[in-house]
């Protein structure tokens, strides 16, 4: 179960390179901001264009999926390092975000069939190594930089990572798929099905909701603690860092086996406590808040990955796979934000915030268990 454990540090260790080095990248290969940031949005962007993966992972062999996607990362990734223009650019995230997606969807699949009951737990352990994987990327990179490596060395050395950990799965003797042995049972038929179960589509809605509480909300909280607060950049960025603090301490605690199960409502309230605090004139009430909001955050979508991956046996890849493509909804949340604060401020901005919380808490009113909430 440890190499299955390791797909969310593999992904997380990675994939902060293009958004780390984007100035280095822009300046050594000569392309404008425009086609940086279309490059930045084409990375995760084009996983909803590999919703068909999530599918076909209930079909197909988890091996093998896993595999081609290992190395497939490695190659897109090294393909990146070697490019000297925005086309092959363009082609390199296209190949990584691709590749990454079958890797991630083909892993966390086999996850849920070894883990069977204790599934949340493994998910918890996932998403922390997932944690430290946030903190190596910067890391890998500004080794690289500052070894004279640069930027293309850490694309090489990260390509190299995905390829060993492609061949380290290839070894491994993942569960085989439980949608082939039905006959009658179509992948475009069941993902119809899937795509009408109230349930699954609530989990995409809720997943949504948490992604607004992501990276984006970090920033716009430094932006308030710095323009409305007062507080000097650095100790903002510091503040705000306790969301991080806090992410990782609700997943080490969701680790334990033997830890109490909780619902997604005491998360809601807590994550809508976190955010009214950054209210608080004080700097210390500040790293509270963001430190609270990181904790329910990652707590809630561990409860909700844990609950529709297991929502319906033998289709956790199609189930996935329509979550993912509904929650992406919650993209648009930063854009909404943004025009928000540009026409009436921060703090009207961060109110949003508080309102998301609130839909968040209202939608798991009376829901008890993670069940519950689909």
């Keep these: 179960m440890v190499s299955l454990l390791l797909v969310g540090f593999a992904d997380e260790t990675v994939a902060f390179l293009p958004y780390g080095a984007v100035e280095s990248i822009r300046e050594d290969v000569g392309i404008s901001y425009l086609q940086a940031g279309l490059l930045l949005a084409v990375y995760p962007g084009i996983g909803l264009l590999g919703t068909p993966l999530g599918v076909l992972v209930d079909y197909v062999s988890r091996r093998a999926m896993a595999v081609i996607g290992g190395i497939g990362y490695g190659v897109g990734l090294w393909l990146f390092a070697v490019a000297g223009n925005f086309a092959t650019l363009f082609v ?11 890797l991630v969807r083909a892993v966390e699949v086999a996850l849920v069939d070894v883990a069977g009951d204790k599934i949340e737990p493994a998910l918890a352990r996932s998403n922390l190594l997932a944690s430290v ?4 990327g910067p890391l890998l990179l500004a080794g690289a930089l500052a070894t004279g490596l640069g930027w293309r060395g850490a694309f090489w050395i990260a390509g190299a990572m995905m390829v060993a950990y492609g061949v380290l799965l290839a070894t491994q003797p993942l569960p085989r798929p439980t949608g082939a042995d039905d006959e009658e049972r179509r992948p475009w038929r069941t993902f119809l099905e899937v795509a009408r179960d109230r349930r699954v589509l609530v989990a995409g809605l809720l997943v949504g909701l948490l992604v607004a509480f992501d990276e984006t909300f970090v920033g716009f909280a430094v932006a308030f603690l710095t323009t409305d ?3 000097s950049p650095a100790v903002a960025t ?20 033997n830890r109490r199960r909780i619902g997604l ?5 807590l994550l809508l406590a976190g955010v009214v605090l950054l209210f608080v004139p004080n700097v210390v009430a500040a790293a509270v808040g963001t430190a609270a909001v990181g904790a329910a955050a990652n707590l809630a979508w561990i409860i909700l990955q844990a609950a529709y991956m297991t929502l319906r046996p033998g289709q956790a890849g199609t189930t996935s796979a329509v979550v993912d493509a509904v929650s992406n909804i919650g993209v648009l949340t930063p854009l909404a934000i943004g025009l928000v604060a540009d026409h009436h401020g921060l703090t009207v901005a961060m109110v949003s915030y508080v309102l998301l919380a609130l839909v968040f808490v209202v939608s798991t009113r009376r829901r008890g268990s993670a069940d519950g909430a689909l």
């Design 229 to 231: 607060r007062g507080l």
């Design 238 to 257: 510091l503040a705000a860092g306790g969301g991080m603090a806090g992410g990782l301490a609700a997943a080490a605690w969701a680790s334990r086996t």
């Design 265 to 269: 409502r005491p998360c809601a309230v």
């Design 133 to 136: 994987g946030d903190l190596v």
């Design 92 to 102: 390199a995230v296209v190949v990584m975000g691709l590749m990454g997606d079958a």
